[in-house]
């Protein structure tokens, strides 16, 4: 199982559709100060179901959707899709027969939100579901914001179950 | 269940000892149960002591030390069980050169298990990567995907990493 | 007393403008007083905009947009009442090499009103120095000052930040 | 009015006697991850009469007290002694005959703590005094720890008013 790309679209920084193919090995996200890297970042927390507005670093959800800039109006809506491949019987056996899963999220400004899997509306549940089953464990330590490292060793100790809870 | 927990545990504990180990270059560390009576409830301390020195509170330590702690203890639960990707957003910052070398050679080994996605600025990092993406703002407020076919040095002018003057 | 307070406010107001536009050539910023009423007991917001940006909460500013920000209030304040002496402990660890570069300037420019103390691991950052001071741990958990009136390169393997081999 | 140089004995990492003299301009320290550069500022940040065990990254005071390593005893007693030189009448008028002020802190692992200006045992206040005089302004602006630039930005509308207070 692993991750093939990422489609932004009217997210943060993105308003034009944006798509990262991602390769097997280390993929390196580089560029000046503030031109965008970790609002991709937030993207993959995003799409993974991730609700707190501290962690996307804004005060509403609707801050994730493009406001507008000097050269262009602010748009309606933000959309990230997620695409997994090389799936091996990992996820739910709904999916099994699929060799690629799309999780796909959308936010409006009027706050209804949606999310799609394979672009069938379903619920966050569904999405967290197949992401515990494949290892990324939402809770888990699959994304480090900058700056946030030291978070796994700062937390209390009841906190830190969850670390082996996630992967056990 | 409780069996599960304890092993889990137990290999998370020993890769943590071992990844500790290679970045620090001794020393030790590991996890320990605050109530080994109630291993369900039971919180966790987190015990660390690079090579030379005497134990104290993770607080003591540097931001370096503290950040390859908290590395060691991340890579050690994707040995456990690998988890497919993980991201990790300029978590080099802290690190001397000698420590950025572990990372990168720790980093590479570890793609055998995850997909790595690293956002850095530092320029070793950047050359251990199998792809290169740069993020622009030639129009402010527009963050735009920049081709990496270019030579190195071309493409670090075109992220604006060097000025091109 | 009311008045200082308006005239420091002032001072530090415009300081932080200029820097500010240095820093991010262009944008503007602005402390704003939350109870003009009320001077002697008012809390103070602070507005931030890069160029070509729309203004938004701090908290979305980059990594690096939030330490140039706090770095030009920091220096504003110097400027409106110049302290002597100031210790800075690896700030410069989120900027990319253009702004590391801004950053040096700012710094030099500001030693004719303090003296500054700059603990770095930028390479850059260290070739702007007047004095240098390695710090090694030869003996693990001891600290050593390395007389630095080595040639740069042999100072650099001595304090460990490249390796000599 | 300047830093001249720093005295640091039996604090944190520096068992033995180590002095930092101070030039105009830009003094850098440099040195691989864990080698003691943090814990110079925070000898500085000390002797200035810092309070918070948590600014200085320990749980009690006595933290601040070389602990002992492989290869040494733990020492009974923190010492650390600043040295202000070219004096322009800044500061009380106590001091002024002085081209020179040391302050000195120690703190014996029994708790016990002194404060010393020119050899003469004080208080913590005559220390502040003359910070504040010289415009170090103790809760000022003048040190940076490691990781805490953001400070300045996040602390509520209230806090900000002391940087400007601190600098009228
Ligand atoms: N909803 C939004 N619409 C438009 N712009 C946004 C939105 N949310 C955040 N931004 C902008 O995104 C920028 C920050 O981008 P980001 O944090 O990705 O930078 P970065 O590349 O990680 O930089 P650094 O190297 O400094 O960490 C800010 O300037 C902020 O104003
Ligand atoms: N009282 C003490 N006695 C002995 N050692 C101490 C004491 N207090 C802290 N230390 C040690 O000091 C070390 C941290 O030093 P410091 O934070 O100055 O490193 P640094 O040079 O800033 O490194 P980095 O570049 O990673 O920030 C830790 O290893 C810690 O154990
Ligand atoms: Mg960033
Ligand atoms: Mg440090």
Known sequence: MRLRKIE?????????????????????IV???????????????????????KTLRGERMEDVIFFGCETRKTLGMAEVTLTIGDIKGEIPSRYSEYSEIEITRRLFRSGESEYLINKVPSRLKD????????????KGHSVIEQGRIEKILTSTPEDRRAIIEDTA | TKEMFLVTFNIINEKFQQLFQMFFQGG????????????????IEIFAQPPGKKVSQ??????????????????????ARP???????EIDAPLDESNTERFIRTLRDMTA???????????????????????????????????VNLSRREWAEEVGLVSSA
Request: hydrophobic letters at 45%; one cysteine or more.
């Open chain 1, 8 to 28: 932004i679209f009217g997210f943060k920084t993105f308003p034009e559709k944006t798509i990262l193919t991602f390769q097997p090995g280390i993929t390196c």
């Open chain 1, 31 to 53: 560029g000046p100060n503030g031109c965008g890297k970790s609002n991709v970042v937030d993207a993959i927390l995003w799409v993974m179901g991730e609700q707190s507005t």
């Open chain 1, 127 to 138: 999405i967290k579901d197949i992401l515990i089953d494949a290892g990324i464990g939402f």
């Open chain 2, 28 to 43: 030790s560390a590991r996890l320990i149960l605050t109530d080994e009576n109630n291993v369900l409830e039971s919180g």
């Open chain 2, 58 to 79: 993770l607080a003591l330590l540097s931001g370096g030390e503290k950040a390859l702690t908290a590395l060691s203890l991340l890579f050690a639960t994707f040995l």
């Open chain 2, 83 to 89: 988890t497919p990707f993980c991201v990790l957003d």
């Open chain 2, 113 to 147: 298990f995850s997909q790595f996605i690293v956002v850095t600025h530092n320029k070793r990092t950047m050359e251990a990567a199998d792809t290169l993406y740069g993020v622009t703002m030639e129009d402010a407020g527009v963050s735009r995907l920049v081709s």
